[in-house]
């Protein structure tokens, strides 16, 4: 095997796509014969729920990484990787296909003339404004905040909290989901009684974490990236792109 | 170094080293010649990561470079200081340090500064690529960084 200390690609590098062999319970990736892989999900027969990457070079300090792009078939519910199973890779906040959480930040914390806290945080889009009365599809899926001081009092890290749609520039944190809009008293508002301390940051929180990584259309193209830092002991998958066209 | 000029096919997985990194104060340092994997614990850090410091850089290279971090949340929760932090580079050799142009800086996806997941040992990931060394446009002065991915489970 080269081991190149240092190498300059002034040409383009070419890897040729590999199929990996499958059975109805496992796929299997052979790094020896190949970086890029490829699998129509057409031919798969069931929920295959072991993911083994085999000939994974090892040794002390070593990185390994390879691509897998999937292809999805006729038959999405029935004939699929099960991920969920897949317990030897990991993905970002354990969700199977979804981009990592993006934060944003919390202009202000004030409260508003009813007494509940309100986050200003311009450009939020929780909610589209047309939703207001029945709640946007974001509004039914919680979010977290995080902080560089102290979060105001009435919001904990690590703790799911769902919004008021008000306006693009701020929204009100609910305890309790929120069905409806503002003003209907389906969410459970928090008293306001300070601001914290610190740079306040709020990012929303994917609770369907088995969710299945694949595009459901059929023929529909995914390519992942999986990274061994542990000779293959654990993999972490990121998504390169979804539904790719 | 080798440079293969021509295009080249591979067949077999792509293995990288990891390279040489420590943690300590508020000071991340990177062998960046060691590897292009580096892997940290942060809790050895006392507070934010306010210096950015990179040893065995040369300057002398003929274009980009890319390495990736994999970094563990402390029990006490970290963050880098973007805002602030400016890449600290050291020349081989153990020459005089440099800070380099005073705007070398580095930019985010979008103009967001990465956070990293605040849980005790969340595993975060993230990607910085060089600016193009040689080149006296803007991108001799930018850092990219990306978050490939934050608390993996």
């Known amino acids: 095997m080269a081991s190149l200390n240092g190498i300059t690609w002034s040409g383009k590098p070419k890897f040729q796509i590999r199929n990996p062999s499958y059975n109805s319970t496992n796929i299997y990736i052979d790094l020896a014969v190949g970086h890029v892989w490829r699998i129509d999900c057409a031919n798969i027969s069931g929920a295959i729920g072991n993911f083994t990457v085999q000939n994974v070079p090892s040794g002390t300090g070593i990185v390994s990484s390879f691509l897998l792009g999937l292809i999805q078939g006729p038959n999405p519910s029935t004939n699929y990787l099960n991920w969920l199973a897949m317990t030897n890779v990991k993905w970002a906040g354990g969700i199977r296909g979804i981009q990592p959480y993006q934060k944003h930040l919390v202009d202000a914390v004030v409260q508003d003339g009813s007494g509940e806290l309100q986050i200003t945080s311009n450009g939020h889009y929780l909610a589209a404004p047309v939703s207001e009365t029945v709640g946007g599809p974001n509004s039914i899926l919680p979010i977290r905040f995080t902080t560089t001081g102290t979060l105001p009092t009435g919001i904990s890290l690590n703790t799911n909290y769902w919004s008021y749609y008000s306006s693009n520039m701020y929204f009100f944190p609910s305890t309790t989901v929120v069905t409806s809009g503002e003003g209907s008293g389906s969410g459970t508002p928090i008293t306001y009684v300070n601001g914290g301390t610190g740079t306040h940051y709020w990012h929303m929180y994917h609770h369907e974490k088995h969710q299945n990584i694949q595009t459901a259309t059929d023929n529909a193209v995914d390519y992942l990236s999986f990274t061994t830092w542990d000779n293959g002991t654990t993999w972490y998958g990121t998504v390169v792109g979804r539904d790719i066209k | ?153």
């Open chain 2, 1 to 153: 170094m080798a440079d293969l000029q021509r295009p080249v096919t591979i067949n077999s997985a792509i293995i990288g080293k990891k390279g040489t990194a420590t943690c300590t104060g508020t000071t991340l340092t990177i062998d960046i010649i060691s590897g292009t994997y580096f892997e940290l614990d942060l809790q050895n850090l006392s507070g934010d990561i306010s210096t950015f410091r990179m040893e065995n850089y040369s300057a002398g290279f003929p274009g980009g470079q890319s390495y990736t971090l994999k970094l563990i949340q402390s029990s006490t929760p970290r963050q880098f200081t973007w805002s602030s932090l400016i890449p600290q580079l050291f020349f081989a050799g153990g020459s005089a340090a440099t800070t380099g142009p005073p705007n070398w800086h580095f930019v985010h996806i979008g103009g967001e500064h990465p956070y990293l997941s605040q849980e005790n040992n969340a595993v975060n990931i993230m990607s910085i690529i060089s600016p193009v060394t040689g080149d006296n446009s803007l991108r001799d002065v930018a850092w990219l960084v990306a978050m490939v991915g934050t608390d993996f489970q």
